[in-house]
């Protein structure tokens, strides 16, 4: 199978979009070991990931623009259809639901849906889950912040609140953008938990690496998306796919007090389980290539199968 792979190679993406791109080829070779990756040629199935480079309309019509192709400012856009994805695209995956609910604010996402103008699907990409996986040594660490530079006056509060409560609890800082790979996994291998204080992401690939090394999140939700003249209350930070099994999730005006109850129940989490069940290469690439078959041929899904 020819699978056309579109990039615009003269700005491409550094860091989550470059490893979406990456992961998606290695599990589609998982998948479909004969298939033939293309790069700004057309394929049976097509897809755009990232960085466009020419006009909507000289795409393959058949083309899957994503992941969120329409950027989270354009619901400031006067008219929707000055946006080009949204005029000429008909097929678009989105990473999680609050990014559709908040375009939907303008763009008419939900009637495109219902009427079947457009095939819109949900799709999260994948990470490495044979790097980003539990140690087999001993926890030497009690616990990491992970957190984005626009919300370093927080962190005075919580170390504050750790110091009063937990004197003598040890942990680091890792801030979103100034960390590699390796730094990351570390951090969460020889940690007994993490400290999420997090911007919105649209599906925030960290935090899964983070919950495949068997590292429990205590997340401190973001609960309102402003942009502009615009807003949106909701889940909106990092961790867009949550289970029980991972963590606890709590709120700014709440996590003082839902904290003890996470620590009390820290033995009970499983989050590599969860991550590793859900968001290898394969899975990721299987489910995305699920999609396409779908909108190309009902009967060619069989292939994955």
């Not at 899957?64 to 995956?93: K, S």
């Not at 919580?158 to 790979?181: A, R």
């Not at 990351?184 to 400290?195: E, M």
């Not at 925030?204 to 205590?218: H, K, Y």
């Amino acid at each position: 199978m020819k699978i056309g792979l579109w990039l615009h190679i003269e700005h491409f993406a550094a860091g989550g979009p470059t490893a979406v791109i990456i992961g998606f080829v290695i599990g589609i070779k998982q998948i479909i070991p004969s298939s033939m990756i293309l790069i700004n040629e057309p394929g049976y199935i097509n897809f755009q990931l990232f960085g466009k480079d020419r006009h909507i309309r000289l795409y393959p019509v058949n083309t899957i623009f994503g992941p969120n192709p329409i950027p989270l400012q354009y619901v400031g856009i006067e008219d929707p259809n000055n946006d080009l994805v949204w005029r000429y695209a008909t097929n678009m995956t989105f990473s999680s639901m609050w990014v559709i609910n908040w375009l939907g604010q303008k763009f008419p996402i939900q009637q495109a849906i219902e009427d079947g103008t457009k095939n819109i699907n949900l799709w999260e990409a994948g990470i490495d889950t044979d790097y980003f996986t539990p140690s087999s040594t001993p926890k030497t660490q009690d616990f990491f912040i992970y957190y984005k530079s626009q919300n370093m006056s927080d962190i005075e509060g919580i170390w504050n609140f750790l110091f009063h409560h937990y004197y003598g609890i040890k942990g680091s800082l890792i801030c979103y953008h100034f960390y590699t790979p390796e730094m990351l996994r570390d951090a969460a291998q020889k940690s007994k938990f993490c400290i999420m204080l997090d911007n919105e992401e649209t599906q925030g690939l960290a935090a899964i690496e983070i919950m495949a090394c068997d590292c429990p999140i205590f997340c401190i939700d973001r609960t309102l998306y402003a942009n502009g003249n615009k807003a949106m209350e909701g889940s909106v930070t990092s961790i867009v796919s949550w289970s029980a099994v991972c963590g606890l999730k709590s709120t700014k005006e709440e996590w003082k007090s839902d904290f003890p109850s996470f620590l009390a129940n820290l033995s009970s989490y499983t989050p590599a389980t969860f991550a590793h069940e859900n968001y290898t290469y394969k899975e990721s690439a299987r489910k995305l290539m699920g999609i396409a078959l779908k909108i190309m041929n009902p009967v060619q899904e069989k292939v994955l199968s």
